[in-house]
Antibody, heavy 125, light 110 residues
Framework: QVQLQESGPGLVKPSQTLSLTCTDSGGSMGSGSYYWSWIRQPAGKGLEWIGHIYTSGYASGSTKYNPSLKSRVTISVDTSKNQFSLNLSSVTAADTAVYYC?????????????WGQGTTVTVSS | QSALTQTASVSGSPGQSITISCTGT?????????VSWYQQHPGKAPKLMIY???NRPSGVSNRFSGSKSGNTASLTISGLQAEDEADYYCSSYTSSSTQVFGGGTKLTVL
């Protein structure tokens, strides 16, 4: 069964860079069959799409970002490790949230069918 | 891009039907059939309930159905059950190849 697992520091200082990794246990990251997304959710609030990346053997690392976060976000992928990563720079308390990774199929349907369990990141000094 | 608009809360009694709406623009909900719905119980990751406006993934009850008219998509839950109490989010793929979520709707089963 495909599983995604987020990992990374649970505490980040203000103005620093938040870095998270999502590992795909199903090994499908290099298949070219999926977009790989990051989504976050502040406590008691709704879901916010951060960005996604698409990669295949031919097109590596095509990204799209939420315009409101674009200047601070970088998503990258390492297919050899079945991982994709999120870097969010210049963080503030407003970036405190549960961060999820998820995937949706390319070219078949739109819906994020597999999600990680989420990881809580707190921005505090 | 602006978040899709959802009613903050809805409630119903067991056995009843409820509908949750999700309003966007011609650049997202109204511009394609790429709308999905997610159910989220407290402390859990979201679960895909509907994809491409009307389709249910394998394993999702047929009590859940989706539709769309213009810039507004809807999720209907029939025969409400206690376990349906959760937060529900819509999401759309946009004309800019980005994604956008709704603000979420809290469903209470009375």
């Amino acid at each position: 069964q495909v599983q995604l697992q987020e990992s990374g520091p649970g505490l980040v200082k203000p103005s620093q860079t938040l870095s998270l990794t999502c590992t795909d246990s199903g090994g499908s990251m290099g298949s070219g069959s999926y977009y790989w997304s990051w989504i976050r959710q502040p406590a008691g609030k709704g879901l916010e799409w951060i960005g996604h990346i698409y990669t295949s053997g031919y097109a590596s690392g095509s990204t799209k970002y939420n315009p409101s976060l674009k200047s601070r976000v970088t998503i990258s992928v390492d297919t050899s490790k079945n991982q994709f990563s999120l870097n969010l720079s210049s963080v503030t308390a407003a970036d405190t949230a549960v961060y999820y990774c998820a995937r949706f199929p390319k070219g078949t349907y739109y819906g994020m069918d597999v999600w990680g369990q989420g990881t809580t990141v707190t921005v505090s000094s | 891009q602006s978040a899709l608009t959802q009613t903050a809360s809805v409630s119903g009694s067991p056995g009843q039907s409820i509908t949750i709406s999700c309003t966007g623009t011609s650049s997202d909900v109204g511009g394609n059939n790429y709308v999905s719905w997610y159910q989220q119980h407290p402390g859990k990751a979201p679960k895909l309930m509907i994809y491409d406006v009307t389709n249910r993934p394998s394993g999702v009850s047929n009590r859940f159905s989706g539709s769309k008219s213009g810039n507004t998509a809807s999720l209907t839950i029939s025969g409400l059950q206690a376990e349906d109490e959760a937060d529900y989010y819509c999401s759309s793929y946009t004309s800019s190849s980005t994604q956008v979520f709704g603000g979420g709707t809290k469903l209470t089963v009375l």
